[in-house]
């Protein structure tokens, strides 16, 4: 009986095992779960509502367009605003914190198309966001009566289009369309205010704003086309929309006109594209409501975001919100690449991969930048939008470009990338190169002391606790990303020399760093336990599988997580720290932990009241839709029942919630893919062989074809 229940669905979700056993859903039930739905207007809401392409995005207010520039002023929320990838500049200026000269890259505000005059006041409010449709509808009635409508959505085929439509019962509003002319790129190291200029003029049917920030290196100068089926008026400050009775249209293209196919088609296009990419996609469905949300919200925020790499950069941490941080990191592109590849989005990360490996011969120019002894590549801790030549140059932004660990990240992305492909046409490619480049960056710092042990150093450098003092020895972060890339160009045979191998023999200095409790200290003579940003002892839990199973040491950090770092038991977190902790629980398969930690997203306000995102660090609304953390939690929630980490498929092993649940098309690294149902203790699995391939599920060895399909129960 179990096994009929589980082909029934694998029919009804399209090769996906489902998990009810009281009532079947369909996917899109599953992925509506994730709406956010508010019946109550807030003028100042906690958050918005973020959709994105990959390329173009906005954060919406809750009337349903952007904040306009002079409330985005008056309010402590994130920013409202739309943002394109092609609008970023490099600028030198002096660093506000290291007083020295640098060039840095960074994602700039492109336009608000806001209300003229804004409503303080609505009634019969209902806004919105239907994630499995990737449309978001605003309804409200205004004091003197008139009804509003407004959808908007970005285009997932045109990644250059945003349509917005506005209905009126009567009467007739207006719209402007305007540019931030004056702001901050970067408020933590470049405080002076930059500019932009904006013009206006009619170019055929269309409407073009030309947005010009002439302070910028590379001279960015965008261009804005609109299309309005209500009048426009030019203005000194952009345009304005005089939207009337009845249906009106405003399209927004970036780089070229709006063509009339593209109208006609783009809402409907995108609505399909939408649920294509959810039917291809891995699927959680969980008993809990918060836990559920999160899983949808957090997985169409990743594709809002990185759905897109025709123009070869990668998005900013927070996507397209325009929130900080305006750039990305190789390391929280570590974090969020193995959700992407477990639902099913591998391809995202070998973009990424293959754009490093076109970068070799810069990067190690940028590692002798930093350290003109190294050799190997060094990725920038801030990536840039531009070409890595010239960046950073004469001197890095701030001291946390100096972090040695980030080079590990790159090798696991790599390495985990060529797995979940199996081309070894590809890997040979794109992904060995970056191992080998990696292990001669490590190598090239490693030392033999007197103890037997090979330690390393760099200076300067940084820790990625970020707390825990400069210009340290063995930092411990980096001992984890060298022993891992090591193992790794090991295993694949790259180690041509025997150096890696030897060096693995007599150790890496792990057991210089060993404390009294039990636990590594961050860095040599770095005793900072307790007052910790971040709580790298963990990295072994979550990040670098250098063993088959937990250290010792690692199991006692994560017995002292809440004491490692500063202000944990307020409970306060730092970055992505929360993150981490719930990563860790999944993998050292810690139920009770993991719920009490779990426990702590709204108390500790990491979370928004309604769940809607994730704050960079607990409630700073400037640093709202931090991708980076929302990919930690996806692949905590997918983990807990799903996980390859230590090589080999452990299901159901942190069975977190109460009820049953479900999944399907989850992809490990283990070639295989894995559809199933948890309840009332059983389980029914149902696996799908990528590549030829042998594992270990559960204590059972299985052996697959590629194409074969298996049924497990137990």
């Not at 739905?37 to 009337?63: H, I, K, M, P, W």
């Not at 009048?231 to 009337?244: A, H, K, Q, Y």
């Not at 801030?382 to 030549?389: A, M, R, V």
């Not at 250290?551 to 306060?572: I, V």
Request: aromatic fraction near 12%; proline fraction near 4%.
């Amino acid at each position: 009986m179990k096994k009929v229940f589980c082909l029934l669905m694998v029919v009804l979700l399209g090769g996906a095992a489902s998990a009810q056993t009281s009532k079947q859903k369909s996917l899109k039930e599953i992925i509506c779960r994730g709406n956010i739905v508010t019946t109550t207007y807030q003028e100042d809401a906690e958050a918005g509502c973020y959709l994105g392409n990959g390329r173009f995005g906005a954060v919406f207010s809750g009337l349903g367009l952007t904040m306009s520039p002079e409330q985005q002023k008056s309010r402590k929320t994130g920013q409202s605003q739309f943002s394109h990838l092609s609008h970023w500049g490099r600028f030198r200026f002096v660093s506000s914190i290291e007083k020295k000269e640098t060039t840095a890259d960074y994602l700039l505000p492109l336009l608000k198309l806001h209300w003229e005059e804004e409503p303080k006041t609505v009634s019969s409010y209902r806004q919105e966001q239907n994630m499995y449709d990737g449309v978001l509808k605003t309804v409200y009635t205004l004091d003197n009566g008139v009804k509003v409508r407004v959808q908007n959505w970005f285009d997932q085929v045109n990644k250059n289009l945003a349509g917005i439509r506005l209905e009126l019962s009567e009467g007739t509003l207006s719209v402007k369309a305007t540019a931030l002319t004056d702001f901050l790129a970067y408020s933590f190291v470049f405080r002076k205010p930059v500019r932009q200029s904006i013009s206006a003029k009619r170019v055929g049917d269309n409407y073009l704003l030309t947005i010009v920030c002439e302070e910028t290196l590379n001279c960015c100068r965008s261009q804005i086309y609109f299309y309005s089926t209500a009048p426009v008026e030019l203005c000194e400050d952009g345009l304005r929309f005089l939207v009337s009775k009845g249906k009106n249209e405003i399209f927004v293209s970036y780089g070229e006109p709006v063509r009339q196919k593209d109208r006609v088609s783009s809402l409907q296009r995108t609505k399909k594209h939408w649920h294509e990419t959810w039917r291809k996609s891995g699927w959680m469905d969980f008993p809990e409501e918060n836990a559920q949300k999160m899983w949808v919200r957090s997985m169409a925020y990743l594709l809002s975001s990185h759905d897109d790499f025709e123009a070869g950069i990668i998005q900013p941490t927070n996507g397209l919100t325009g929130n900080v941080f305006p750039f990305h990191f190789v390391q929280d592109l570590g974090y969020i690449s193995p959700a992407l590849m477990m639902t099913g989005h591998n391809d995202i990360v070998m973009r990424w991969m293959e754009k490093f490996a076109g970068e070799i011969e810069a990067m190690k120019k940028y590692a002798k930048h930093l350290w003109p002894q190294s050799e190997g590549i060094y990725p920038p801790w801030e990536l840039p939008f531009g070409s890595i030549e010239g960046y950073h140059e004469p001197n890095v932004p701030v001291a946390y470009c100096y972090e040695p660990h980030n080079p590990g990240y790159l090798c696991r992305m790599a390495m985990e990338a060529s797995d979940f492909a199996g081309d070894p046409a590809w890997a040979k490619r794109y992904a060995y190169p970056l191992i080998r480049e990696v292990c001669r960056f490590y190598r090239s710092a490693c030392k033999k002391g007197t103890d037997g042990l090979w330690h390393m150093e760099w200076y300067p450098s940084i820790g990625q606790d970020e707390a825990g003092g400069r210009n340290k020895k063995n930092y411990l972060c980096s001992l984890y990303s060298a022993q891992y890339s090591f193992q790794t160009a090991v295993e694949l045979g790259l180690d041509e020399d025997g150096s890696l191998a030897a060096i693995l023999k007599d150790g890496l200095a792990f057991k210089s760093l060993m404390s009294d409790r039990g636990t590594y200290h961050t860095a040599h003579d770095a005793d900072d336990f307790g007052k910790q940003k971040h709580p790298v002892q963990l990295d072994g839990l979550a990040y670098f599988p250098v063993e088959k199973k937990p250290l010792l040491p690692e199991r006692k950090a994560y017995e002292l997580r809440q004491e490692l770092t500063e202000r944990a038991k307020e409970p306060f977190f730092a970055g992505w720290t929360l993150g981490e902790f719930l990563l860790a629980g999944s993998n050292i398969k810690d139920v009770e932990g993991w719920r009490e930690d779990w426990a702590k997203m709204r108390p500790s306000n990491y979370t928004d009241s309604r769940w809607i995102q994730i704050y960079e660090t607990c409630g700073n609304a400037g640093a709202s839709f931090y991708v980076t953390t929302h990919g930690m939690i996806l692949q905590s929630l997918i983990r807990n029942y799903v996980n390859d980490y230590w090589g080999r498929l452990d299901i159901a092993s942190c069975p977190v919630f109460e009820g049953d649940v479900s999944f399907g098309n989850i992809g490990t690294r283990l070639g295989v893919i894995v559809s199933g149902t948890v309840a009332k203790g059983k389980v029914c699995l149902s696996l799908t062989a990528q590549r030829d391939c042998t594992f270990g599920v559960n204590g059972v060895s299985v052996m697959m074809k590629r194409g074969e399909t298996k049924k497990m129960n137990w």
